[in-house]
């Protein structure tokens, strides 16, 4: 079984700073691509940042680009969400999934259960 515990999360005031972290198992870490989402109260679950299998290029919504960073460690298991620079409209729950394709029987999915960020005053 494949398992995504994300980390991290709390409340944060506007301006600051927060680290999120992903802790997976069961999988072939370093075959899968890494992606971060977030859904906020009464809206769909957006991507906000992904990166390839072997960490060698990552991709942002235009929301965050610029104050949000996406690594990996595929010596760890994880991945890790630097967010800087954070504004109320950050404030939803952040999901960590993974991602492979196989060939001859498309995508295959798995989602972590959510870290809670909240950014207020």
């Known amino acids: 079984q494949v398992q995504l515990v994300e980390s991290g999360g709390g409340l944060v005031q506007p301006g600051g700073s927060l680290r999120l972290s992903c802790a997976a198992s069961?999988?072939?870490?370093?075959?899968?691509?890494m992606s971060w989402y977030r859904q906020a109260a009464g809206k769909e679950r957006e991507l906000v940042a992904d990166i390839s299998s072997a960490g060698s290029s990552t991709n942002y919504a235009d929301s965050v680009k610029d104050r949000f960073t996406i690594s990996r460690d595929n010596a760890k298991n994880t991945v890790t969400l630097q967010m800087n620079s954070l504004k109320p409209e950050d404030t939803a729950v952040y999901y960590c999934?993974?991602?492979?394709?196989?060939?001859?029987?498309?995508?295959?999915?798995?989602w972590g259960q959510g870290t809670l960020v909240t950014v207020s005053s």
């Open positions: 069961g999988l072939i870490f370093r075959r899968y691509t």
């Open positions: 999934n993974a991602r492979r394709v196989i060939s001859g029987w498309g995508p295959s999915d798995a």
